[in-house]
């Protein structure tokens, strides 16, 4: 039986065609990314490239797909790439654990690369990463802030230029004006106001990012807000793939 029959009969075959010559690169296999790779897999995505230099810690446990007691202290890139590979043994898996700065992209952005999925925390990373895909003139997908939200019906996608509200859309849109980028990318983002109730306690604080500049305090998350962030960017991504012309043989 062929497993993506269900998506083929509502998209049809020449669309699972371009799916599967399609190749997407995910940055960041955390909340956002891990069920962002989940979808893309599912969908049948035949080549994805998988950049993340972070560990499973028990605090991911709450919301990241990847994250479990049995995972914690292994690389998220090589849990994500057992578990494309167990949903899709066809798919081409590629993953490099590396951290994302304006050296390290020169390695692991190419020119056959469909869409470009920005799932990452950092937000110099994320500006790099943003920059460095747009003037290779390649698709971007961005995950704006999903940290201190708790109602899915305030998420939105639209072009960077369009999104309102959110804090840190706001602060990359000012970081992407100084490099010349004013729109072209396409954001998934939530109007509520972050909340952050309640204080944290330092022994929950720990930062993967504290490595590669200034450690930033924890945001208050629950499991299904990032969720439906991936899940949003998957379902842009594919939309990208399916309105492209052409995809690579």
Not at 26 to 40: M, N, P
Not at 148 to 162: F, H, L
Not at 205 to 230: E, N
């Amino acid at each position: 039986m062929n497993q993506f029959a269900r998506t083929e009969q509502l998209l049809g075959p020449e669309s699972m065609e371009k799916i599967k010559n399609a190749t997407v690169a995910v940055f960041g296999l955390g909340a956002v990314g891990s069920f962002a790779v989940e979808a893309l897999a599912r969908t049948g995505v035949g080549n994805l490239y998988l950049i993340d230099f972070d560990k499973v810690d028990a605090s991911n446990i709450n919301r990241q797909l990847l994250a479990l007691n049995s995972t914690i202290g292994r690389e998220k890139a090589d849990l994500a790439y057992e578990r494309v590979k167990d949903i899709n043994p066809r798919c081409n898996v590629d993953i490099h654990k590396s951290f994302v700065n304006a050296q390290s992209l020169e390695d692991l952005l190419s020119k056959d690369i469909d869409v470009v999925v920005d799932a990452i925390d950092g937000l110099n990373s994320k500006i790099n990463l943003i920059v460095g895909a747009r003037q290779m003139n390649l698709s971007v997908v961005s995950s704006m802030g999903a940290g201190g939200r708790t109602d899915i019906s305030m998420i939105r996608t639209g072009d960077i230029s369009e999104t309102c509200v959110c804090p840190l859309a706001r602060v990359v849109r000012q970081r992407l004006h100084r490099r010349g980028i004013y729109k072209g990318v396409r954001a998934v983002y939530s109007i509520e106001k972050p909340l952050n109730k309640q204080p944290y306690k330092s022994e929950d604080a720990q930062d993967p990012l504290s490595d590669h500049g200034r450690s930033r305090p924890p945001i208050g998350t629950v499991s299904w807000i990032p969720g439906v962030f991936g899940l949003t960017i998957a379902s842009e991504a594919i939309n990208i793939i399916l309105q492209t012309p052409s995809l690579h043989p």
